[in-house]
T-cell receptor, first 114, second 111 residues
Framework: DAGVTQSPTHLIKTRGQQVTLRCSPK?????VSWYQQALGQGPQFIFQ???????QRGNFPDRFSGHQFPNYSSELNVNALLLGDSALYLC?????????????FGPGTRLTVT | QKEVEQNSGPLSVPEGAIASLNCTYS??????FFWYRQYSGKSPELIMS????GDKEDGRFTAQLNKASQYVSLLIRDSQPSDSATYLC???????????FGPGTRLSVLP
């Protein structure tokens, strides 16, 4: 049973550039949530996708956008990168109708902006 | 504003002791509660979930929930050096699907 996968593992970008991160959910899951985790902090919710639509969004600027595909995989796009965007980006998958709503994380993408 | 608070630690316990990790949250409209373990440089791993008041046990781990006091805790019995990690508390509210995470408590189990 494949777990949540993310690519790439690491990424180095320059300020002002754009980046796309990818996520494939755990088998049987239909919902993908994205989080940003700065060093020494807990993950911060960016947004969640279900049925190819953004269902909920955290307190992140419009530079952060996403997409979900018919196979439930998802992308996170960040435009006009800032130094402060350097963080671990985590994708979590879940099954929307699961009462508990347990989310399972992928290995993350470490983004460094120079 | 939904907030989740944890003591950042580090919490140091000797091998074989009980480690007690605590978490408080700000809003009574909460639904589900989760504990994640995160090793340095790795992603969070789900170890426990709890939805009702009381205790839930899974191996060496026990989660305790008290919704009236807005308090959830994780006990780790017979702590091992391999339990040394950051433990994240997460809360899912009734309205919405996202989790709100606390800052995490760093646990160090000393051999």
């Amino acid at each position: 049973d494949a777990g949540v996968t993310q690519s790439p593992t690491h990424l180095i970008k320059t300020r002002g550039q754009q980046v796309t991160l990818r996520c494939s959910p755990k088998s049987g899951h239909d919902t993908v949530s994205w989080y940003q985790q700065a060093l020494g902090q807990g993950p911060q919710f960016i947004f969640q996708y279900y049925e190819e639509e953004e269902r909920q969004r955290g307190n992140f600027p419009d530079r952060f956008s996403g997409h979900q595909f018919p196979n439930y995989s998802s992308e996170l796009n960040v435009n006009a990168l800032l130094l402060g965007d350097s963080a671990l980006y985590l994708c979590a998958s879940s099954y929307l109708r699961d009462r508990g709503g347990e989310q399972y994380f992928g290995p993350g993408t470490r983004l460094t902006v120079t | 504003q939904k907030e989740v608070e944890q003591n950042s630690g580090p919490l140091s316990v000797p091998e074989g002791a009980i480690a007690s990790l605590n978490c408080t949250y700000s809003d009574r409209g909460s639904q589900s509660f989760f504990w994640y373990r995160q090793y340095s440089g790795k992603s969070p791993e789900l170890i426990m979930s709890i939805y009702s008041n009381g205790d839930k046990e899974d191996g060496r781990f026990t989660a305790q929930l008290n919704k009236a006091s807005q308090y959830v805790s994780l006990l780790i019995r017979d702590s091992q050096p391999s339990d040394s990690a950051t433990y994240l508390c997460a809360v899912k509210w009734n309205y919405g699907q996202n989790f709100v995470f606390g800052p995490g408590t760093r646990l160090s189990v000393l051999p």
